[in-house]
């Protein structure tokens, strides 16, 4: 496999950097990281994940979609969509990787969404094999495998090197473009690496969490349970499960006036908010419980009955770290799962 | 302290004192706990937990059980008595259905102070002597307690409960804090640099609104930034003025009434130091009106709801304005 020493590795972001966009995570604090613009001399996160998921570079909070202007009688519609650049992720993990493809299943089926597909095609997306699991980790209950992860270039690193494997055509072009500065590598340190890790995510404390209780099938024992009005008591109703979620794909429209003119934009709306969906005729989740059940029989339940039984979670564990409340999806399903 | 507790609520929920009980419910690891009202013994002795880990302010929570059925048992430290005081003060929580039960307060620890320090698979925190032995999947690891104190308790400003009905511990006294500090350092900048401190630290705001939800000063039915009907009401920002537009009016919105708890830093994903607006509110009523702590009482008048003579005049607004 094609390699290039760790000390290197920031000759080869400068390179990548030279010729398109280039976002990699970033300390902001010691275990606080963010995707950032590369800039010469940034150091990678040894973070595991980002606090923030990489749903934004898809998907972004707040995205500007048309401008009207009223003179008279007339309306002018303005589209003021910017065509992305190409651009290059480096270091998504496996777990966030996966929800790319999530989101692919909303986005780009039917009326496809234009503005998401214009960045999914001009995004290259570098994922990076995780060696150091933390206690939040789930995703191997989801049947991702954090040593192989997806995307269209999968990187791995066995302490001295970074192995680079191409997964898809973009993939395979990215590393013919970058090949000049990668030298075959011996693999078999890394291999090590990769067994040491899964023995890792079978003593890790979520190991054990099944999904055999969820899906697309079990809609009215789960809706029905009269479980969630004890597991909704504590929730604050607040959004940050959902925003730090890299597979929460609601989003509310709005006009914003400009001062001359409406501004129409989209931005990441939140189950748990007391406005979500509301209609001319009111709201159709009036208590926090509702709110509350919906986002989880949406993940559970709805997604994976309109998507070939896949669910809408990837076991980043970001609702574990970040809830006000420690409220998440691991107690909401060891609280509903059906014991055998 | 967490065994005298269980003993004590069991013993008010089998007399008929309370029939309900509200604490903190162990979760999947050692650190994430959850606000929760129990209602039997047996829950009690399952999953009550208090601990180094229990920081939540449980006080807001009682705004809705209050008006349930009965009266509930609440178990509270210091800091959150002062957040019940003027929760009562507002008439938000019903006094009488809440048997208040002072417990010690901090300080408490954060985890992410701990994972701050690359320690992960964290599966066990034991406190030895103010030295935290950690056990993770990666072996034992130790850091001084000191270092993993929740922000919330650095700048502890009382260990004095002011409303409870009976103490399990001790009670403590007002203390002298440093907790302005940072205040100070801030107004000491140029409008520039503090401009670019605020605009820095409010860029990083996802919206989440976790600040608001937890914060027990903010209890309105229907915030305006919720409120369709408002023309004010925002989901996301859509300019650099409207990011800053919501902590701002927040902040104005708690001032005179936030007892500076500290839950609203706390619960910020992005590690914005939310509290420093406040407390610039805290430190400038202090130095307007004379001292003043929200909370610390459930009769006197607030320095904004009140008038007096000697009040400062509204010219003190451009006087301090001018660098």
């Known amino acids: ?22 976002y990699i995570p970033v300390d902001r604090e010691p275990n606080t990281a963010e995707y950032r613009k590369y800039e010469d001399g940034m150091k990678l996160s040894e973070s595991l994940n980002t606090v923030r998921s990489a749903k934004d570079f898809f998907f972004p909070q707040t995205e500007n979609l048309a401008e009207f202007k009223v003179e008279g009688k007339n309306i002018e519609i303005k589209d003021i969509r910017e065509e992305s650049g190409d ?36 995004g290259t997306i570098i994922t ?91 809609l009215n024992e789960l809706f029905n349970s009269p479980k969630w009005a004890e597991l909704s008591e504590s929730c604050l109703g607040c959004g940050t499960c959902t925003f730090v979620c890299p597979t929460c794909q609601c989003y509310d429209i709005r006009d914003f006036n400009t001062g001359n003119g409406i501004r129409r934009f989209r931005c990441w709306d939140s189950c748990m908010y007391s406005d979500f969906t509301k209609m001319a005729h009111g709201n159709p989740r009036l208590s926090q419980l509702e709110r509350f059940r919906q986002r989880f029989m949406h993940k559970l339940v709805y997604f994976p009955a309109n998507n070939d039984g896949e669910f809408g979670c990837v076991g980043c564990g970001r609702c574990l770290s970040r809830c006000p409340v420690s409220l998440n999806i691991v107690k909401v399903m060891k609280t509903l799962e059906v014991k055998e | 302290m967490q065994e005298a507790m269980i003993k004590r609520a069991v013993q008010l929920l089998a007399d008929g004192t309370v029939n309900r009980v509200m604490g903190w419910k162990r979760g999947e690891f050692v650190y994430d706990i959850t606000p929760a009202v129990f209602t039997t013994a047996e829950e009690l002795e399952k999953d009550f937990v208090c601990d180094d880990f229990t920081q939540a302010n449980l006080s807001k929570y009682l705004v809705k059980e209050s008006r349930k059925e009965g009266k509930i048992l609440a178990f509270l430290k210091p800091c959150d008595t002062y957040s019940f005081n003027q929760l009562v003060k507002e008439h938000r929580i019903i006094r009488e259905n809440v048997y208040v039960i002072g417990i010690p ?105 976790a600040c608001r939800n937890v914060c027990p000063a903010c209890t309105c039915e229907n915030c305006v930034f919720d409120n369709p009907k408002s023309g004010i009401d925002q989901k996301a920002a859509a300019d650099s003025f409207e990011e800053k537009m919501f902590h701002i009016i927040r902040a104005f919105h708690v001032a005179g009434r936030c007892t500076d708890c500290g839950e609203c830093s706390r619960v910020c994903p992005q590690n914005i130091p939310l509290h420093l607006l406040n407390r610039k509110f805290i430190k400038d009523i202090n130095e307007l009106y004379g001292e003043y702590q929200a909370g610390a009482d459930t009769t006197s008048r607030a320095p904004l709801n009140n008038y007096n003579a000697d009040d400062c005049e509204p010219s003190v607004v451009h006087e301090r304005g001018v660098e």
């Open chain 1, 1 to 22: 496999m094609l390699k290039i020493s760790a000390d290197r590795l920031n000759d080869l972001f400068n390179r990548i950097a030279s010729e398109q966009t280039l």
């Open chain 1, 87 to 122: 651009f290059v992720v480096f270091g998504v993990r496996a777990c966030d990787a996966r929800s790319f493809s999530i989101l692919d299943k909303v986005f780009l089926s039917e009326p496809v969404d234009s503005f998401y597909k214009n960045r999914r095609e001009h």
């Open chain 1, 128 to 218: 990076m094999a995780c060696t150091r699991p933390s206690e939040t980790c789930f995703c191997t209950a989801f049947g991702i495998d954090p040593t192989a992860p997806e995307g269209d270039v999968a990187v791995f690193a066995d302490g001295e090197n970074y192995f680079f494997l191409d997964r898809t055509e973009k993939g395979k072009k990215f590393i013919e473009s970058v090949a000049d500065m990668l030298e075959d590598g011996d693999t078999s340190k890394l291999e090590e690496v990769k067994e040491k890790t899964r023995e890792i995510m079978k003593k890790l404390p979520l190991a054990g969490l099944g999904t055999d209780s969820f899906g697309g099938d079990k």
């Open chain 2, 105 to 209: 307060g901090g300080p408490k620890l954060d985890i992410e102070k701990i994972k701050a320090k690359g320690i992960t698979g964290i599966l066990s925190v034991e406190n030895e002597n103010y030295t935290l032995k950690i056990e993770t999947i990666y072996g034992t690891e130790t850091m001084p307690f000191s270092e993993a104190v929740s922000g919330k308790c650095s700048g502890c400003k009382s260990k004095k409960h002011v409303a409870y009905d009976e103490l399990i511990g001790d009670d403590g006294e007002v203390l002298d804090s440093n907790r302005f500090d940072m205040v100070a350092k801030l107004e000491n900048m140029t409008s520039q640099e503090r401009f670019d401190f605020w605009r820095g630290e409010l860029s990083k705001c996802i919206r989440c609104n």
